[in-house]
T-cell receptor, first 114, second 115 residues
């Protein structure tokens, strides 16, 4: 089944403790992206990747890192999480970029930073 | 800056009735795509419908249709014969094909369906 898999679905952590949210897709998609969803703000792009070893900042990249060493994986790294990073996070992918074709979303990771 | 505006935070509809969710956007581009995504309580993002800006014909997917007014930069979603399973948050989104290919989302609207 074609899917984007995110883990974990829920995560509670404390300020400053490094964490990684994993994202993997099995569709051989070149484009992958991370969004965060906050009440009243919709979804905002954090980082995106057009291909292996190619990543770039989105609208709200501060406090986040990503890597794209393999085509299928695109982890989101919070080196020193802070409470303002409490949010619902989505990974997404598509074949050649969100050029109008369907963007496949993972099922989300609810992160709480205490 | 490209923006997507969903001015109604909440709406309610009676089961079997029709409801329209509004969305406006701001862009100077001529080539772009518009989407409506549904987010039920499961949090999954589900593509409802897609519209290509260069097509004048409004997109339709079963009970879902759009009213695309390019000159007015308006993209509303009509849900006919509303069902309880339509209750969700709905996001309007927009993308310009290009290097970033970033989807720009509206703030969303919560739709409730009354039995």
């Amino acid at each position: 089944e074609a899917q984007v898999t995110q883990n974990p679905r829920y995560l509670i952590t404390v300020t400053g403790k490094k964490l990684t949210v994993t994202c993997s897709q099995n569709m051989n998609h070149e484009y992958m992206s991370w969004y965060r969803q906050d009440p009243g703000l919709g979804l905002r792009q954090i980082y995106y990747s057009m291909n292996v070893e190619v990543t770039d900042k989105g609208d709200v990249p501060e406090g986040y890192k990503v890597s794209r060493k393999e085509k299928r994986n695109f982890p989101l790294i919070l080196e020193s999480p802070s409470p303002n990073q409490t949010s619902l996070y989505f990974c997404a992918s598509s074949l050649l970029g969100a050029t109008g074709e369907k963007l496949f979303f993972g099922s989300g990771t609810q992160l709480s930073v205490l | 800056a490209q923006t997507v505006t969903q001015s109604q935070p909440e709406m309610s509809v009676q089961e079997a009735e029709t409801v329209t969710l509004s969305c406006t956007y701001d862009t100077s581009e001529s080539d772009y795509y518009l989407f409506w995504y549904k987010q039920p309580p499961s949090r999954q993002m589900i593509l409802v419908i897609r519209q290509e800006a260069y097509k004048q014909q409004n997109a339709t997917e079963n009970r879902f249709s759009v009213n695309f007014q390019k000159a007015a930069k308006s993209f509303s979603l009509k849900i006919s014969d509303s069902q309880l399973g339509d209750a969700a948050m709905y996001f309007c989104a927009y993308v310009v094909p290009g290097a970033n290919s970033k989807l720009t989302f509206g703030k969303g609207i919560t739709l409730s369906v009354r039995p």
